[in-house]
Every structure is written in C-alpha cells, then in structure tokens.
C-alpha cells in the first residue's frame, strides 16, 4: 500500500506529492512503534492504519488559516495531529496527552518527518497552558467535556472563527443532548466521513464576545 491509498477528491482536497509520501512515511512509522508501546490497538491491520489517516484528512478538509494554531486533545499515536500538520505545514499543532510514552513517540515522529509546526505537550487537557484558535479530537472524550477543554484555550479572534472538529461514532444523541443542556448558545454540525462509518462533530459558538463587540460597531 502507498500514497495512491489516500482518497482526498470526495473532501475536495489537494495534497502534494511530499505531502502524500510523509503520510505514508507516517503509517509505516505509526505501525513500527506500534509494536513497542501500543499506541493503537495492536489487532489494527495494514488497511486499517491508512484508514485511520483517511479518518484524519475528513479534518483536513474543512481547512486551516495560515498562522493559526489548533490542539489535538489525547493525540494517542498522533491522530489527527500528524495528518494535519502535514497537510498545513504553516499551522501551529498542538499535540496533547497524559501519557509520557505517546508524547515520547510523537517527538520522535516530528523529528523523522520533519515537521516543526508539530509541538507535542504532555499533560492533562485541563492544564494546556497555549492559546489556541481550533480544537480536534478523535474519540478521545465526550463532547460537553471536549468542548470545555476548547473554550478554556480557545483565542477570540475577529479574523478566526475557531470550532471544534470531532471525529466521532456511534450513537451522539446522548452526547449531543448534554452539550446543549450545558451550553444553550452552541451551533452544531454533523457531517458523514466518506466510506467510513465515522462523522464529524462540528461545534462552535453561535455568538462570541468578539462576534457581540463588532455588532455594537455597526
């Protein structure tokens, strides 16, 4: 399997060649360390690791501005992390997790592919001490507590509008019910992850203090 494995058209999204080679460098890096320190389940097969990269350029495909910066909240073995950072080399990832031995291995794919946009962090989401314009996360916490961890770091931007990107499966009407409860000025939008069984949680707020300021102004 290569770089031909990596279906970008249906999320309308261009890659480059050095692009699509380091996500395929990504693959056999994330199946090497695998094997040592369990980052994804160790029954994962060939297919199923270009899959979980196919996952994390659904994420890609709502696009970055240059310059900003997002967190990955328990990046794990770096999804979506690494796919984002190789797809928007001038955006700022933050990688986060608790665990010393996931942080180690993100390190040491940074240093291999070459990705100096890419800042792993290790700790809980709770204690991130960056500021932050957007939030992604793939299946690493329910929703209202994803979106606590986002709203904590996030930036109010006039120029970003930041959200947070989920990847998400399953049954959400539970999630989805406690997030609004929690958080009533909320807009969500749920989009399918092509060929998977996957969708994307998209949150952000309806009206931020800066949204409110610039509304006062005109």
């Known amino acids: 399997m290569g770089t031909e494995m990596f279906h970008v058209k249906q999320l309308h999204l261009e890659l480059q060649i050095q692009q699509r080679e380091k996500l395929s460098a990504f693959v056999r890096l994330l199946q090497q360390y695998n094997r040592r320190l369990n980052l994804v389940s160790r029954r994962t097969t ?116 930041g959200a947070l990107y989920c990847l998400k499966g399953g049954d959400l009407r539970g999630e989805l019910e406690a997030l609004r409860k929690a958080n009533s000025s909320v807009q969500v939008e749920i989009k399918p992850v092509p060929e998977t069984t996957r969708v994307v949680v998209q949150v952000r707020q309806l009206h931020s203090p800066v949204d409110k300021g610039l509304r006062g102004q005109t």
């Open 46 to 161: 060939d297919r199923e690791f270009f899959q979980h990269i196919q996952e994390c350029l659904a994420l890609a495909a709502y696009g970055f501005e240059k310059g900003s910066s997002i967190v990955d909240w328990g990046t794990g073995g770096g999804l979506p992390a690494i796919p984002l950072a190789i797809v928007f080399p001038e955006v700022t990832v933050y990688a986060v997790d608790a665990v010393q031995k996931k942080i180690y291995a993100i390190n040491s794919f940074k240093r291999q592919l070459d990705l100096p946009n890419l800042q792993p962090w290790h700790g809980r989401a709770e204690r991130f001490v960056h500021r932050i314009n957007h939030s992604v996360s793939r299946a690493t916490a329910p929703l209202c507590t994803l979106w606590g961890w986002h709203e904590r770091a996030v930036i109010r931007d006039k120029n970003v509008r």
